[in-house]
């Protein structure tokens, strides 16, 4: 009888116990993991590296460039994101809110289709705005950097209507330990876009120093979402 209550807890517990996380790797190549390139005409591009599967390296001289992966369908419902990041080396403070001005050490995005019909028609997108547009999507980007308070919303200067920024971590601070991160999306999303949100379809990071022709150094590792 015993036996029968402790294996009766033990399947409570574990139906109750929260959903798995899925890490998100980025190496031993990024492009084995799925991870593309976005490069904007004229601008150096960042250096991004993969050290080992859960660790990003990224090195950004007056330079700015995107990488970006689909999810697979098995991940849209995920709504919970955790992270830790690291800053060795940071362009200052900026005023994220209009071009120009709007440098920053990492920036991390969760893409989100309108719908799962939106989201299904973006399956298989070669570029992040073609992923972007065929999906309907929006973006909630948390930032390192900016000129901000922690929590603040601010509209992206790129995407319009369809990126909100979410500051994390103020600009021109650096941190050689890595700082843990957790974000509840959906609530967040809520926050910036005043809806709930759709399928979360990809996932991208960029680094940003060409307007101020500063040096970012920095570091990504431990992304999950659940």
């Keep these: 009888m015993r036996q029968i209550v402790i ?14 996380a899925e890490p998100v790797n980025f190496g031993p190549l990024l492009a084995g993991q799925g991870w593309k390139t976005l490069n904007f005409r004229g601008l150096n591009p960042v250096d991004f590296r993969a050290e080992g599967p859960g660790r990003l390296a990224i090195r950004a001289e007056g330079a700015a460039s995107v990488i970006w992966r ?7 419902a995920k709504r919970q994101a955790k992270w830790r990041w690291k800053v060795d080396q ?13 440098d920053r050490a990492i920036a991390l995005y969760f893409v989100f289709a309108k719908d799962e019909a939106s989201a299904r028609s973006a399956k298989g997108a070669t ?16 930032v390192w950097g900016g000129s901000g308070t922690r929590g603040q919303v601010v509209a992206s ?10 500051l994390r971590q103020p600009g021109g601070i650096t941190n050689s330990s ?10 967040d999303f809520r926050r910036a876009f005043g809806r709930d ?7 991208a990071v960029s680094s940003d120093s060409d307007d101020t022709k500063g040096i970012n150094l920095a570091a990504l590792e431990a992304l999950s979402i659940e």
């Design 70 to 76: 689909e999810l697979d369908e098995s991940l849209w």
């Design 7 to 20: 294996v009766s807890c033990l399947w409570v517990a574990q139906s109750l116990s929260p959903a798995q």
């Design 127 to 142: 570029s992040l705005s073609s992923a972007m547009w065929w999906s309907s999507g929006a973006a909630l980007v948390y």
């Design 157 to 166: 200067p790129h995407m319009g209507a369809s990126g909100k920024l979410v």
């Design 178 to 187: 890595f700082l843990s991160e957790t974000a509840d999306l959906a609530a």
């Design 90 to 102: 940071s362009v200052p403070a900026t005023n994220l809110a209009t071009k120009g001005t709007d």
């Design 197 to 203: 949100p759709g399928p979360l379809v990809g996932i």
